[in-house]
């Protein structure tokens, strides 16, 4: 049997690919190929679960229109599939007179993208958010949060009950592409397909590579860290609570998030990762750190960031600097509110030159598409990417 499409990847990206696809094309026959034993098991299952608003992203950007939708989607998708979501609001909270100069520029680009946002003073963020310090603040109510991996469960549950067929560890083994479908083996088995689209994530440059495709670029695994905070303090914290992004910074910084079922959480902070998919502190996987090591873009981000990184390692290391940081917007905080430490593996891609990519980056032939860079709010936007692939790849 061939295939119409087979979706390589089972991350929420993937996962809602071959669902609106077939919502698209109810009499279509897909295939999802995961090498996990269950979907959503790396970065859509271990991200921060905010439904983001968009206000970070340059107006008119792709980023931007798509986390808009994207947004919209997603809350209407969880009402259909009776899944709770909390819409808390995010404070983007200045500290000092550098940091409410910067949030002209958010005020800007909220209003260019057509985000809802209040003005908050530091007199009425005092009523609001009692134990936060700040001067000026921003405040957006339509950000919320959600549990992407049950988002995830269930957009699997429909598929397959559509008659979508999903196969749970399938790790892709080659993939040969000729002018009429493409081949591709997992293990012992091997499908046949008319078009391809693979969204593997943490491992798409190296999939792009097996299927032929040449690469300008590298996946770096960044490790963010979090604490859990003492639940006690739930109830004390109204919303989510967001630092000002420092513009020479290659990351966001260190926030506050409500989470689902009453947890609380602080960071993340961003420390090279030596495995692509390692969660556990100090996890190495030795083919990924030759990759890292071996790529010269590696050497020229790091170049270009070595003293962030330096200060990210601090945190890493010690926690009375993490905490020091959270103190910033957060004085109350006390070490032994800081529970177990988590992590997410966020897959960053590096081009040769040493630059970040930012945005999306696609690679695309005659049957496959690859999509090797879908930048948070890639969870948030999961549904509008899934819509922007089958209208602008594949011209459905």
Request: charged share 25%; with cysteine.
């Amino acid at each position: 049997m061939k295939y119409d499409l087979v979706v390589i990847g089972g991350g929420i990206v993937g996962l809602a690919t071959a669902y609106q696809f077939q919502q698209r094309r109810p009499d279509a026959r897909i295939l999802m190929l995961e090498k996990e034993i269950a979907v959503a098991r790396h970065q859509t299952g271990n991200n921060s679960g905010v439904i983001h608003a968009g206000v970070y992203y340059a107006p008119g950007s792709l980023k931007a229109q798509l986390c808009r939708k994207g947004a919209r989607m997603m809350k209407a998708f969880c009402d259909r599939s009776s899944i709770e979501y909390e819409q808390c609001g995010k404070l983007i909270v200045a500290t000092d007179s550098i940091e409410k100069q910067r949030l002209q520029g958010l005020r800007e680009r909220a209003t260019a993208n057509g985000i809802p946002f209040s003005e908050v003073n530091g007199d009425e963020l005092k009523i609001r958010e009692p134990l936060i310090r700040g001067v000026e603040a921003l405040f957006f109510p339509e950000s919320a949060i959600v549990d992407y991996r049950q988002v995830s469960r269930k957009m699997a549950d429909i598929f397959v009950a559509d008659g979508g067929e999903l196969r749970l560890g399938a790790r892709v083994t080659g993939i040969n592409e000729t002018a009429d479908g493409v081949t591709i083996h997992a293990g012992d088995a091997t499908f046949q397909a008319y078009r391809l689209v693979a969204c593997a994530g943490a491992q798409s440059d190296r999939l792009a590579r097996m299927a032929g495709l040449k690469t300008n670029f590298r996946i770096i695994p960044f490790r963010g860290e979090y604490y859990e905070v003492d639940p006690s303090l739930r109830a004390r914290i109204n919303h989510l609570i967001y630092p000002v992004p420092d513009p020479e910074l290659p990351f966001l910084g260190i926030h506050l998030t409500h989470e689902v079922r009453n947890r609380l959480s602080v960071g993340p902070n961003a420390v090279l990762g030596l495995s692509r998919e390692g969660l556990p502190r100090f996890s190495f996987n030795f083919s990924d750190f030759v990759d890292i090591v071996g790529y010269v873009g590696f050497w020229k981000f790091l170049k270009g960031n070595l003293a962030s990184g330096l200060s990210e390692m601090k945190n890493s290391f010690f926690t009375s600097v993490y905490l020091e940081a959270c103190r910033k917007y957060m004085p109350s905080l006390r070490k032994e509110d800081l529970g177990r430490r988590k992590a997410g593996v966020r897959a960053q891609v590096v081009m040769d030159n040493g630059a970040i990519m930012h945005d999306f980056l696609v690679l695309q032939t005659a049957r496959m598409i690859h999509i090797c860079n879908a930048p948070s709010p890639a969870a948030t936007s999961s549904l509008a990417i899934a819509d922007h692939i089958l209208d602008t790849y594949m011209k459905l």
